[in-house]
T-cell receptor, first 112, second 112 residues
Framework: NAGVTQTPKFQVLKTGQSMTLQCAQD?????MYWYRQDPGMGLRLIYY???????DKGEVPNGYNVSRLNKREFSLRLESAAPSQTSVYFC???????????FGDGTRLSIL | QKEVEQNSGPLSVPEGAIASLNCTYS??????FFWYRQYSGKSPELIMS????GDKEDGRFTAQLNKASQYVSLLIRDSQPSDSATYLC????????????FGTGTQLKVEL
């Protein structure tokens, strides 16, 4: 009963390095989301995919790219990491409109 | 900018008391409302969903919705130390993408 699985759980990068955060859900949900959470800022939407084959920018998309690989998987890529991207990243999925989102355990990312 | 406002707290209540958490929202067309609990270092966990005006009860939790006044609240009866967490209010965004807007959360401390 995995739900939403994120990998890795922790990562330390140097400024300028790139990496991809992986997210997979096994609930056959249509929509998937990437958030970042910083102290005092709440959850801020980076990118989302309303359905397989579509992606759209959220509130804070700069410095990130996404890929909806298939219905299960939605990845987030940092092309050139910056210290301002140090954060906790959460992936979430949702079946359809009016339903709640379900969250993965998060990835704690530090950029030095 | 569609907003969700919460008092950041901390809200301190004695064990066994009723904790009352409040949330206001700006999008008058919103149709779905959720309360998530987030323990320190963990991911948000759904505890209540509400869609219609009035009260919805689930165990010790009661969600209240007033669309005319644009507020939603969460009551926790017989508060326990294990209820100490940050509570996030989330509101469904009208329009495309099945998005939610999150408040910054209210920190609840239940004291022995």
């Amino acid at each position: 009963n995995a739900g939403v699985t994120q990998t890795p759980k922790f990562q330390v990068l140097k400024t300028g390095q790139s990496m991809t955060l992986q997210c997979a859900q096994d609930m056959n949900h249509n929509s998937m989301y990437w958030y970042r959470q910083d102290p005092g800022m709440g959850l801020r939407l980076i990118y989302y995919s309303a359905s397989e084959g579509t992606t759209d920018k959220g509130e804070v998309p700069n410095g990130y790219n996404v890929s909806r690989l298939n219905k299960r998987e939605f990845s987030l890529r940092l092309e050139s990491a910056a210290p301002s991207q140090t954060s906790v990243y959460f992936c979430a999925s949702r079946d359809r409109d009016l339903q709640p989102q379900h969250f993965g355990d998060g990835t704690r990312l530090s950029i030095l | 900018q569609k907003e969700v406002e919460q008092n950041s707290g901390p809200l301190s209540v004695p064990e066994g008391a009723i904790a009352s958490l409040n949330c206001t929202y700006s999008d008058r067309g919103s149709q779905s409302f959720f309360w998530y609990r987030q323990y320190s270092g963990k991911s948000p966990e759904l505890i209540m969903s509400i869609y219609s005006n009035g009260d919805k009860e689930d165990g010790r939790f009661t969600a209240q919705l007033n669309k005319a006044s644009q507020y939603v609240s969460l009551l926790i009866r017989d508060s326990q130390p294990s209820d100490s967490a940050t509570y996030l209010c989330a509101v469904g965004v009208t329009g495309g993408g099945n998005k939610l807007t999150f408040g910054t959360g209210t920190q609840l401390k239940v004291e022995l």
